[in-house]
């Protein structure tokens, strides 16, 4: 298996624009997960689903960010407009949960300028 | 919010020589999990114990548990100039199915 799959790596943005952030988790992983690190802020959970179904948001900032899971294989996390205090790093991770771990992807890199 | 606290911020060592990194917690949890960062990568899980569990082991790795003083111990025996990382705490709380994340410990090995 090739572990979680984000794309793009790395991204740079104007201000203002949309910016689709995607993810592909490991097969047969019932859950996935969206986290954003930042120096200042650590790791921050903005969202949770399982079998597809979002299950708690609470951590998505605001409206600007949205999240998709349309099938198993597949999420996605839009922000619009971008924001230059959006810049972070996005993971995503996936799991069958106890006694499992998280898988995470290698994230990428968000730079709003 | 921030539920575990890795203690200390940072940690630099010789090879050969233990590295031990802490973490506490505020409330109740279902399991413990420590994680492992190098740097521009993505997390590596590396053991988890639950909260029944006191003691868990995993090659060179060693994880306590107290849950009377919310609190856990990452140990890294004979360690490596490859173990040169962040090492993050997570705990999945009581109720909910998902981690929160420290903010981890730096450790550095010198060869």
């Known amino acids: 298996d090739a572990g979680v799959i984000q794309s793009p790596r790395h991204e740079v943005t104007e201000m203002g624009q949309e910016v689709t952030l995607r993810c592909k988790p490991i097969?047969?992983?019932?859950?996935l997960f969206w986290y954003r690190q930042t120096m200042m802020r650590g790791l921050e959970l903005l969202i949770y689903f399982n079998n597809n179904v979002p299950i708690d948001d609470s951590g998505m900032p605001e409206d600007r960010f949205s999240a998709k899971m349309p099938n198993a294989s597949f999420s996605t996390l839009k922000i619009q407009p971008s924001e230059p205090r959006d810049s972070a790093v996005y993971f995503c991770?996936?799991?069958?949960?106890?006694?499992?771990?998280?898988?995470f992807g290698s994230g990428t890199r968000l730079t709003v300028v | 919010s921030q539920q575990g606290e890795e203690d200390p911020q940072a940690l630099s060592i010789q090879e050969g020589e233990n590295a031990t990194m802490n973490c506490s917690y505020k409330?109740?949890?279902?399991?413990l999990q420590w994680y492992r960062q190098n740097s521009g990568r993505g997390l590596v899980h590396l053991i988890l114990i639950r909260s029944n569990e006191r003691e868990k082991h995993s090659g060179r790795l060693r994880v306590t548990l107290d849950t009377s003083k919310k609190s856990s111990s990452l140990l890294i025996t004979a360690s490596r100039a490859a173990d040169t990382a962040s090492y993050f705490c997570a705990t999945e709380n009581s109720g909910y199915s998902t981690l929160t994340f420290g903010k981890g410990t730096m450790l550095l090995v010198s060869p």
């Open positions: 409330t109740s949890i279902n399991n």
């Open positions: 097969s047969g992983h019932n859950s």
């Open positions: 991770a996936s799991s069958l949960r106890e006694p499992y771990g998280y898988t």
